[in-house]
């Protein structure tokens, strides 16, 4: 092992990256650029729910009724109108999310003591948001029974009803940015890296210089780290770049430390490495390479608990996801970021993470070797 | 394009990954990823020890929404589950619970909740809230009756009725909008390489020398791709019908045609990127970057564009998958047809004429 030639391997890696002013972008700008796009969209925070209103009953009932919607930050009454098929078009369109029809008859039922039905359209189509709606609608009409009745009886009615006291912690906002950005953090940081280790090796081979540096006085564990450690420091910065983003720009408080944070990014990268130099002993060209990136990626990224939850897989696959490195990053940087917990129980994360990152990183160069040879 | 057709089958992997990645897609998004929430992992502290607060955590386990995983010691317990993520939710019942109850007081508990994922726990928090509603109602008519006062009805009741996806599966959303993405992978990220492949393998130079226009080059480039990506559309149809019951409300057609004009315009816009960059990596990149994650994030796929700040939104306009994805909804949800859906054929098709020529426009002052 000689240091010098190690070094002089990364200088010329540095090099080689950074002269194509568009490689220096495709570094630089395409992590931001993804850290904004996601934070920004990824988001299921309930608010402006759009109504669209049928009063046919017209009396002080139903218009305290539509008071109590109107009157709501989360709702948002777009138009009044007079004809059901109208409704059914806006619903059809997406104009609205939420349809509501009062019956001519409402006033006249709640005065004799009757339940009046309220005809509630739920446009289903994205079913996450639709339940959520539904819950919002329906604890409004609880409210309004209440003091309705409470009204009607000119008292309250003290019976030993439950009162829930939910608190939501971590979280306590439901703010979806606080969630899914330590996510995105985590998938920036493997997109850039997988992908520019694979291409690195590859464009040697493509190009032909890869002979060339065969024919050098490097040896294969030196060609290996000379390879992989130009693009760990490039991961390394970028994590700490969109760590600062996620931090000052989105205001994500980070709740545990951040030396844990940069150990975790350590451990990530050797199985981001890894896998990156696998693909690179099994394509020869760079379409095959970037192809092959993806196909990892997506597994990667879908069965990571990043946006779709774990728990809501078929047990087989679960089992899988216990294979894939970023779910394990991404429990951590949530930890670390939401939970503040440090390594008396992120502990199993780091050391699977560690594990794997191994036998990855150990298996690529085995193959590597041989590819050499 | 016979050429094309030869690069294509010379290398067998970028076929297979062109047939596999939209296999895979389609069968972990339709077992796998689902935003429904159910069976929300509880764990209960009953400091009460009565029949009461046992009734409570009885009804509570019926639910379809909760399964009860089991009783810890107290609340510093519930803590140490929800920091491991052992469980979501928390139920503390206090010691006066009963009591309380009897006595016709309103007694409080407490629901402790993981808070990090805002889905879920926005669900969830609707399932404790209509939990607690019902389990009032209950305790409300004990009382009324205990006390031999008629009934109270309740002055006002929701009728909700679901429409267009009326089981509140993800699932049904979530398959139609997959195909929009898997098209713009094999579409436009296997196209964004081909000409930019020529130009670094140098032969691009032949290719100018050839007698062949900037139209029939491009034709010729994209015509494979078409097929591939059109073969993707079916079996991704098929595998949804089939495997998980995601069916289409209007016509086969409308769905060829829609999915075929939103090929084109995947493949112009890949064949764009290529021209331009004129770099394979670059132009990967730019794929990605253009096609593959707009399509995903800015389209109304699974996140709502109704949430994104004015700013993204109107970026969404100019996402074609926005469209698609409008018109695929329209499709396999409403049963709409073309009479209320060809605004969104019309952007689609100028999408495809603007890219096309472009690109052409371009190519000529290259030379071809």
Known sequence: ?373 | MKKEFYHLIRDPRSLILAFIIPLCLILLFGYALSLDVNNVGTVVVDYDHSDVSRDLIIHLGASPYFHIEGYVRDAAQVTEYLDHGYTSVGVIIPPDFSRNIRSDRETPIQVLMDGSDPNFSNITRGYVNAFIQGYNQKLLTQFLNRNGMESIKPPVEGRIRVWFNEDLESRQFIIPGIIAVIIMIVGAILTSLVIAREYENGTMETIKSLPINAGELLVGKAIPYFFIALTDVLISVFLGQILFGVVMKASFWIMILASSLYIFVALALGLLISTVTKSQLLANQGAILITYLPSFLLSNFVFPITNMPKVLQFVTYIVPATYYINILSGIYLKDLGLFNLWPSFVVLVFMFILLATVNMILLKKEGL
């Open chain 1, 1 to 373: 092992m000689n240091w010098l030639r190690i070094r002089e391997l990364v200088r010329k890696e540095f090099i080689v990256l950074f002269r194509d002013e568009r490689n220096r972008r495709v570094m630089v700008v395409a992590p931001i650029i993804m850290l904004l796009l996601f934070g920004y969209v990824v988001n299921y925070d309930i608010k402006n729910i759009r109504v669209a209103l049928i009063d046919q009953a017209h009396t002080s009932e139903s218009r305290k009724f539509i008071e109590t919607f109107s009157g709501n930050k989360i709702f948002m009454i777009k138009s009044y109108l007079q004809d059901p098929k109208e409704l059914e078009q806006l619903l059809l369109m997406g104009k609205v999310d939420l349809g509501i029809k009062i019956a001519p008859d409402m006033g006249s039922r709640i005065r004799k003591g009757e339940t009046a039905a309220v005809e509630i359209l739920v446009d289903g189509s994205m079913s996450n948001m639709a339940s959520i709606r539904i819950a919002y609608t329906m604890l409004i009409l609880e409210t309004f029974n209440q003091n309705l009745i409470k009204e009607i009886k000119g008292r309250d009615i003290n019976y030993g009803r439950i009162d829930a006291r939910i608190r939501t912690w971590y979280n306590p906002n439901l703010d979806s940015q606080h969630f899914f950005i330590p996510g995105i953090v985590a998938f920036v940081v493997m997109l850039i890296s997988l992908l520019l280790t694979s291409i690195a090796v590859i464009k040697e081979r493509e190009q032909g210089t890869m002979e060339q540096l065969i024919v050098t006085p490097l040896k294969a564990a030196e060609l290996i780290i000379g390879k992989t450690l130009p693009y760990i420091v490039i991961s390394v910065v970028q994590m700490i770049v969109v760590t600062i983003i996620a931090k000052f720009w989105f205001s994500i408080p980070i709740a545990g430390s951040l030396v844990l944070l940069f150990f975790a990014t350590c451990l990530f990268l050797l199985s981001t490495m890894g896998v990156g130099l696998f693909i690179s002993t099994v394509s020869s060209t760079q379409q095959q390479a970037m192809m092959t990136t993806f196909f990892f990626i997506l597994p990667f990224f879908m069965l990571s608990g990043f946006v779709f939850p774990i728990a809501n897989m078929p047990l087989g696959v679960q089992w899988l996801t216990y294979l894939n490195p970023l779910r394990y990053f991404l429990m951590i940087i949530r930890g670390i970021f939401l939970k503040g917990v440090g390594l008396h129980v992120l502990w199993p994360q780091y050391l699977a993470m560690a594990v794997i990152g191994l036998i990855l990183f150990a298996g690529a160069i085995g193959r590597f070797h041989k590819r050499l040879d």
